[in-house]
């Protein structure tokens, strides 16, 4: 009976794409063995570099447009558009910390008005289903900004329309909808969230992530307050509840903003690329999954791609091994359960090398590799 291989990798940063190192795997399997169906599937975990991972792998197209970046100036971003109906985007791409430079970094003024005048192009396209990657943001907004850019209104107490950044949350009294764009209510909307922080409080938005965005003691205090505020306001004004949301701090409180705003689902980034890229169905049959990424640590058994294909196949009991550049997992550290959705993780560079010659020779060394294990895996199954 002919055997199925269904290869699900994740890229290798810096080096080659998911599309890449997907297909150098399938041509080791090729040259191996002749008689097998091969399934490729390349994964991201909807963080950097999602987009241009999935628009590769899917035949998909990337649109490009003026946006506000988290400053206030204008700057391109892109987003990505798969199977016809269905967008990518990632926040950074608008909204990112990369966009700042160091002095100016102060999220008392950055906004993430960028990050909504890209989910409203993704809407006017004709999307009905938009994924948003939220990592790397430099903000601490609550989403305000995306929300003014999808016709949101915020005032004060005074009755006066307030202006963009974090320092805002704080005056936010009331709250009007009325301008909000009418197609959202017939988009469905998915978040890449791969933390569970609050939206507030010692572990929120604010004192976890504030100061690597540019915030100080006293800037953290101002801004965990209004976050708070905009909490209760939000609670008064719309009956959201949203002060233990598991991801609303994430990106600033964009997670929250985007649960209150556009009645997102909060989601493991690798559990919302397996929906989007089918994979369920076409692991169906396999015989083994292979999966992978630049580095394999102690970081994949929290959400990471390569985790989360292991865990849809050990549901329906297929092994998997992993193929990756390099491993570097302190199994001491990992629960049981989790190391045994893994039949074997095995690194590209089986000797000490220099990271540039590992690099350089990264397609040489994954082939190899990969034929390696392939004829051990048939020499161990022939009988099945």
Known sequence: MKKKIVIACDKYKGN????????????????????????VN??????????????????????????TDPLGNKINAKFGIMDGNTAIIEMSAASGLYLIPQSQKNPMNTTTFGTGELIGAAIRTGCSKII???????TNDGGMGMAQALGVKFYDKDGEL??????????????????????????????????DNPLYGPNGAAYVYG????????????????????????????????SELKGGGAAGGL?????????????RGAELIIEATKLKEKIKGADLIITGEGVMDNQTFYGK??????????????????????????????????RNLFAGNFSTTTKPMLLEDAIKN???????????????????????
Do not use: H, W
């Not at 994964?43 to 649109?63: F, Q, R």
């Not at 953290?220 to 209004?226: H, I, M, N, S, T």
């Open 211 to 242: 100061p690597q965005k540019g915030a100080d003691d006293e800037m953290v205090k101002e801004l965990d307050a209004g976050l708070l505020n905009f909490a209760n306001v939000v609670k008064k004004e719309l009956g959201k509840e949203v």
């Open 162 to 195: 307030l202006g963009y950044g974090g320092r805002q949350l704080i005056k936010v009294d009331r709250i009007d909808l009325g301008g909000l764009d009418p197609a959202i209510k017939n988009t469905s909307f998915f978040v890449a969230c791969d933390v």
């Open 132 to 138: 948003i990657g939220i990592g790397g943001s430099a």
């Open 16 to 39: 080659l794409s998911a599309l890449q190192v997907c297909n150098i795997i399938k041509d080791a399997i090729i040259q191996t063995v002749k008689d097998i169906e091969i399934v």
């Open 362 to 384: 990264g397609g040489t060394l994954l082939k190899a590799q990969a034929g390696e294990l392939i004829r051990f895996f048939l020499s161990c199954n022939k009988s099945r």
């Open 255 to 267: 997670g929250a903003g985007l649960f209150i705003f556009l009645d997102a689902q909060l989601k």
């Open 305 to 338: 791609s390569a985790f989360g294909v292991a865990t849809l196949a050990g549901k329906y009991g297929i092994p998997v091994i992993t193929i990756n550049g390099s491993v570097n997992i302190d199994y001491t550290l990992v629960d049981e359960s989790k």
């Open 42 to 67: 390349p994964m991201a975990d909807g963080g950097e570099g999602t987009v241009d991972a999935l628009v590769e792998s899917y035949g998909g197209k990337i649109v490009e447009i003026p946006v």
